[in-house]
């Protein structure tokens, strides 16, 4: 059903974009009807794809219930079956190589790059720039984002690099504590009810005059930015920059981001199937064999609709297997 209604759908947008808007102008409202029906039809789009990932994730987890369910021994009274621990989302700057492949995130990295470190002349408005990384859950833009903050052209640009994971369940003062140690500057001492006002003049100290690059990472909406973060960094130093990744263009339109979104993509066929053997493999002695199986692993990455985490899922229920042609 899922695959109906996406075929259905990019089938509806593409005919959308292709109709002759001055064959329906005269039509009172249809313009905007058509922009509305558009947007929706993308929501649909992004919300089968995210429906794949969970469908990934759920075999991924099924396989360790049964397992555990195996290596549960009876007893005369019925003990609880041990669940796998909740997913954090909390990320950090570190690139897990595995997950990164193909060319086009090469050159997504450097677009984003040089739009981050551009030198805007004749600007006097001394406004903030933010660059914003939008795309469906699981597809990148926590690896794309990765990138971008690591590389070398960034390392030479700013005096201070700041990762900062914005998770959904987040509270003032942890959020401002973690911004102050992500700086490198010291906490303040004191608590209670002064706590977060003793943590915000710490923050404007850590930052003041300082040209930063700062990456919110997996931004739900900008009550972070706005309420506790935007008031301390309104103290930097000229040619500081903001790296956006969010789920949302809402989000990315509230914080003023640099238009056009940089809107990531899915993987290419050939990348989704390097992707899996990376997630596969245990050396490189083992490719070989592995490479008999592409005809196979072409059909697994096809159900996953090149979107990585799906893949990388996958990928980690494959690597239990044998690398035979039955397996």
């Given at each position: 059903?899922?695959?109906?209604?996406?075929?259905?759908?990019?089938?509806?947008?593409?005919?959308?974009?292709?109709?002759?808007?001055?064959?329906?102008a005269?039509?009172?409202?249809?313009?905007?009807?058509?922009?509305?029906?558009?947007?929706?039809?993308r929501?649909?789009?992004?919300?089968?794809?995210?429906m794949?990932?969970?469908?990934?994730?759920?075999?991924?987890?099924?396989?360790?219930?049964?397992?555990?369910?195996?290596?549960?021994?009876?007893?005369?009274?019925?003990?609880?079956?041990?669940?796998p621990?909740?997913?954090?989302?909390?990320?950090?700057?570190?690139?897990?190589?595995?997950?990164?492949?193909?060319?086009?995130?090469?050159?997504?990295?450097?677009?984003?790059?040089?739009?981050?470190?551009?030198?805007?002349?004749?600007?006097?408005?001394?406004r903030?720039?933010?660059?914003?990384?939008?795309?469906?859950?699981?597809?990148?833009?926590?690896?794309?984002?990765?990138?971008?903050?690591?590389?070398?052209?960034?390392?030479?640009?700013?005096?201070?690099?700041i990762?900062?994971?914005?998770?959904?369940?987040?509270?003032?003062?942890?959020?401002?504590?973690?911004?102050?140690?992500?700086?490198?500057?010291?906490?303040?001492?004191?608590?209670?009810?002064?706590?977060?006002?003793?943590?915000?003049?710490?923050?404007?100290?850590?930052?003041?005059?300082?040209?930063?690059?700062?990456?919110l990472d997996?931004?739900?909406?900008?009550?972070?930015?706005?309420?506790h973060?935007?008031?301390?960094?309104?103290?930097?130093?000229?040619?500081?920059?903001?790296?956006?990744?969010?789920?949302?263009?809402?989000?990315?339109?509230?914080?003023?981001?640099?238009h056009?979104?940089?809107?990531?993509?899915?993987?290419?066929?050939?990348?989704?199937?390097?992707?899996?053997?990376?997630?596969?493999?245990?050396?490189?002695?083992?490719?070989?064999?592995?490479?008999?199986?592409?005809?196979?692993?072409?059909?697994?990455?096809?159900?996953?609709?090149?979107?990585?985490?799906?893949?990388?899922?996958?990928?980690?229920?494959s690597?239990?297997?044998e690398?035979?042609?039955r397996?």
């Amino acid at each position: 059903m899922a695959g109906v209604l996406n075929a259905l759908a990019s089938y509806v947008t593409k005919m959308l974009a292709d109709m002759a808007r001055d064959e329906v102008a005269m039509l009172t409202g249809v313009s905007d009807k058509i922009d509305d029906l558009s947007i929706k039809l993308r929501d649909l789009n992004n919300f089968l794809a995210e429906m794949r990932i969970l469908d990934a994730l759920a075999s991924y987890v099924t396989s360790i219930l049964a397992k555990m369910a195996k290596e549960e021994k009876p007893t005369k009274t019925k003990r609880p079956l041990r669940l796998p621990p909740l997913i954090d989302r909390k990320t950090d700057s570190l690139i897990e190589r595995s997950g990164v492949v193909g060319e086009k995130i090469e050159e997504d990295t450097r677009a984003l790059v040089e739009v981050l470190t551009r030198e805007v002349v004749g600007d006097k408005s001394g406004r903030l720039i933010v660059v914003a990384i939008v795309g469906v859950g699981g597809i990148r833009k926590i690896t794309l984002g990765k990138k971008v903050f690591n590389d070398e052209a960034i390392k030479g640009k700013f005096t201070k690099k700041i990762w900062l994971s914005v998770t959904q369940d987040f509270t003032d003062v942890e959020l401002l504590s973690t911004t102050i140690t992500a700086i490198g500057a010291d906490l303040p001492r004191g608590g209670g009810a002064q706590a977060k006002a003793l943590l915000i003049d710490a923050l404007k100290n850590a930052i003041k005059d300082k040209k930063f690059f700062l990456v919110l990472d997996d931004l739900w909406d900008v009550d972070a930015w706005n309420k506790h973060l935007m008031t301390p960094f309104s103290y930097r130093g000229p040619g500081s920059r903001v790296l956006i990744t969010t789920r949302h263009d809402t989000v990315a339109r509230s914080m003023k981001a640099f238009h056009p979104y940089h809107h990531v993509d899915k993987l290419a066929p050939q990348d989704t199937w390097s992707l899996l053997k990376k997630q596969v493999l245990t050396s490189e002695e083992n490719e070989p064999e592995v490479d008999m199986l592409e005809d196979i692993g072409f059909q697994i990455v096809a159900k996953c609709d090149g979107l990585p985490l799906a893949i990388k899922v996958k990928g980690g229920l494959s690597c239990k297997k044998e690398k035979t042609r039955r397996d």
